[in-house]
């Protein structure tokens, strides 16, 4: 998922929201005035919950959940306002005569407070900030735009508090075959995160509606050949990886899915000129499709419950396959994630959110990924494909994923992706798209 975030970073990331809040100067600029300075303040919100993940050093599916919980809110209580579209999971309609953009300023706030209580200073005078930034209506409205978003906040946070996550699974035993899953160095923890493989989900009908087949049999030639790519490129000392091939293993693990694509989202979200409600449903999206994703994957994990590379390669001896060959010495460039291999969990995310940005945006939409944890670090991309394709070899370079098992994780994302695009907040309109 990501890797631990150092103090250094982490306190960097507040400092530099601090300012924000200070100065108030935005990190995007809108381009139009009306629906875009609703738009500016929608991303502000979006990116406070990003510090926020930083700040609490929330990964992977973690991030996955807060980040579902905090969009969702917001999208329900604009869409309560506007009636645009199909609800998610409020069908109660706001009063007459709310503001929108006071409805997501409310329910982002609440959202994040209930999320996160110890930042909620920080979030007090963001209220403030993006409240005097909202185009100029009456009180009335602006009042009850924020009562409306923080009731929506508030169920839909309700909802989520019986969803599992606080679930303490029972004792997890290796199962000491070849394949199976073992404790991994330096610190040889027992798998995390376990309560995902049965939480509620949040559009999926079951946390395993996605489930993949098996990964390829231990003697098969795409299991050595897998096996041995990762040996090679993803080894602590390979020579066959690149400069450029280490910051990519470096930069994918230095964040959370949710971290790197949302600012994706709000770039585009600016550049394509989204109203109001329409960002609102794509953040929604996004991060639903993140949040689903890190229960899917999670539940796949527990159920097939296989070794990681360092194992596999350490104990090749014991796989049965001609074409793999044992290292007992061999050592991962980045510190192996402490859960299983098949399949990867930051594919899989990475791709459900590429999906949902695919299908608004166009496959061939030009993007960059960077994150304020690695500075100075941009990367690319000529379409969504070509960036989760990065993700993959990330993972292999790493030398904590093989090939197999990333691109069988992305291929759930799309799946994941496409049913919430065909199953949630659609439009009311005739073409209910």
Same mark, same amino acid.
């Given at each position: 998922?990501?890797?631990?975030?150092?103090?250094?970073?982490?306190?960097?990331?507040?400092?530099?929201? $601090?300012?924000?809040?200070?100065?108030?100067?935005?990190?995007?600029?809108?381009?139009?005035?009306?629906?875009?300075?609703?738009?500016?303040?929608?991303?502000?919100?979006?990116?406070?919950?990003?510090?926020?993940?930083?700040?609490?050093?929330?990964?992977?599916?973690?991030?996955?959940?807060?980040?579902?919980?905090?969009?969702?809110?917001?999208?329900?209580?604009?869409?309560?306002?506007?009636?645009?579209?199909?609800?998610?999971?409020?069908?109660?309609? $706001?009063?007459?005569? =709310?503001?929108?953009?006071?409805?997501?300023?409310?329910?982002?706030?609440?959202? !994040?407070?209930?999320?996160?209580?110890?930042?909620?200073?920080?979030?007090?005078?963001? !209220?403030?900030?993006?409240?005097?930034?909202?185009?100029?209506?009456?009180?009335?409205?602006?009042?009850?735009?924020? *009562?409306?978003?923080?009731?929506?906040?508030?169920?839909?946070?309700?909802?989520?508090?019986?969803?599992?996550?606080?679930?303490?699974?029972?004792?997890?035993?290796?199962?000491?075959?070849?394949?199976?899953?073992?404790?991994?160095?330096?610190?040889?923890?027992?798998?995390?995160?376990?309560?995902?493989?049965?939480?509620?989900?949040?559009?999926?009908?079951?946390?395993?509606?996605?489930?993949?087949?098996?990964?390829?049999?231990?003697?098969?030639?795409?299991?050595?050949?897998?096996?041995?790519?990762?040996?090679?490129?993803?080894?602590?000392?390979?020579?066959?990886?690149?400069?450029?091939?280490?910051?990519?293993?470096?930069?994918?693990?230095?964040?959370?899915? =949710?971290? !790197?694509?949302?600012?994706? $989202?709000?770039?585009?979200?600016?550049?394509?000129?989204?109203?109001?409600?329409?960002?609102?449903?794509?953040?929604?999206?996004?991060?639903?499709?993140?949040?689903?994703?890190? &229960?899917?994957?999670?539940? $796949?994990?527990?159920?097939?419950? =296989?070794?990681?590379?360092?194992?596999? &390669?350490?104990?090749?001896?014991?796989?049965?396959?001609?074409?793999?060959?044992?290292?007992?010495?061999?050592?991962?460039? !980045?510190?192996?994630?402490?859960?299983?291999?098949?399949?990867?969990?930051?594919?899989?995310?990475?791709?459900?959110?590429? *999906?949902?940005?695919?299908?608004?945006?166009?496959?061939?939409?030009?993007?960059?990924?960077? =994150?304020?944890?690695?500075?100075?670090?941009?990367?690319?991309?000529?379409?969504?494909?070509?960036?989760?394709?990065?993700?993959?070899?990330?993972?292999?370079?790493?030398?904590?994923?093989?090939?197999?098992?990333?691109?069988?994780?992305?291929?759930?994302?799309?799946?994941?992706?496409?049913?919430?695009?065909?199953?949630?907040?659609?439009?009311?309109?005739?073409?209910?798209?």
């Amino acid at each position: 998922m990501t890797a631990r975030r150092t103090a250094f970073a982490a306190a960097a990331t507040a400092a530099i929201f $601090a300012i924000s809040l200070v100065t108030g100067a935005p990190a995007l600029a809108a381009r139009d005035t009306g629906h875009a300075s609703e738009v500016q303040v929608l991303l502000t919100w979006n990116q406070a919950m990003m510090s926020s993940l930083q700040l609490a050093d929330a990964g992977g599916p973690v991030a996955g959940r807060f980040g579902a919980i905090v969009q969702s809110s917001v999208f329900d209580a604009v869409n309560g306002v506007t009636g645009r579209y199909a609800p998610y999971f409020e069908t109660d309609r $706001a009063p007459d005569d =709310t503001s929108a953009g006071a409805a997501a300023i409310g329910a982002a706030h609440e959202a !994040l407070v209930l999320l996160f209580p110890s930042q909620q200073a920080t979030y007090d005078a963001l !209220l403030t900030q993006t409240l005097a930034e909202l185009p100029r209506c009456d009180q009335g409205a602006v009042d009850r735009g924020l *009562a409306w978003g923080t009731k929506v906040a508030d169920d839909i946070a309700a909802w989520r508090a019986s969803d599992g996550f606080a679930t303490v699974p029972p004792p997890y035993q290796p199962t000491p075959v070849p394949g199976r899953w073992q404790p991994t160095p330096p610190l040889f923890g027992l798998p995390v995160l376990r309560q995902f493989a049965t939480m509620v989900p949040f559009t999926m009908t079951s946390p395993a509606q996605f489930l993949p087949p098996p990964p390829p049999a231990l003697t098969s030639a795409r299991y050595a050949q897998d096996v041995n790519e990762v040996k090679a490129y993803g080894s602590l000392d390979s020579a066959v990886r690149t400069a450029y091939g280490t910051e990519t293993a470096l930069l994918w693990a230095s964040d959370s899915p =949710t971290d !790197l694509w949302n600012p994706v $989202a709000d770039t585009l979200i600016l550049r394509r000129h989204l109203d109001l409600p329409e960002a609102a449903r794509l953040l929604a999206r996004v991060n639903l499709a993140i949040g689903d994703a890190g &229960i899917a994957v999670v539940n $796949a994990k527990n159920y097939y419950d =296989t070794w990681r590379p360092i194992t596999a &390669i350490q104990q090749a001896d014991t796989d049965g396959n001609p074409d793999t060959t044992a290292d007992p010495t061999w050592q991962p460039l !980045l510190t192996t994630p402490p859960f299983q291999e098949y399949p990867s969990a930051h594919s899989g995310l990475s791709g459900a959110a590429a *999906a949902v940005l695919a299908y608004q945006f166009g496959n061939d939409t030009k993007f960059h990924i960077s =994150t304020s944890l690695m500075p100075g670090v941009v990367h690319s991309f000529d379409s969504f494909t070509a960036g989760v394709a990065e993700v993959t070899q990330a993972r292999i370079n790493a030398g904590f994923h093989f090939r197999f098992s990333c691109n069988t994780a992305a291929a759930m994302g799309r799946d994941i992706a496409a049913w919430i695009i065909t199953t949630q907040m659609r439009s009311v309109d005739r073409d209910g798209r």
